[in-house]
């Protein structure tokens, strides 16, 4: 599977619900959520494989990293337009 749009922010009641540290409260927060719910029944269970959510929260991580890079390039582009006129 592949991540191709953010899931729907959690509450803050949700993230305290799941532990979902501060820095990690971002657009990719439910699927840290999954990853650690999985992690809590893996304890439990060894037999339970997470390597899917795990890859779910670092793919997510990874396009919002380059989505907020872009909009980085579009704000700067937009200031150098400002001033260059």
Not at 35 to 53: E, G, M, P
Not at 60 to 78: H, P, S
Request: overall charge positive; aromatic content about 8%; some cysteine.
């Amino acid at each position: 599977m592949s991540v191709t749009e953010f899931p729907p922010l959690l509450s803050q009641d949700d993230c305290q619900k799941y532990k979902v540290p501060l820095k990690w409260r971002d657009r990719c927060a439910a699927y840290f959520a999954l990853y650690q719910t999985c992690l809590i029944r893996k304890s439990a269970n060894s037999s339970v494989d997470c390597h899917h959510d795990k890859h779910s929260w670092e793919e997510c991580e990874n396009l919002d990293l380059i989505k907020r890079q872009k909009e980085l390039k579009e704000i700067k582009a937009k200031r150098r337009e400002e001033i260059g006129n």
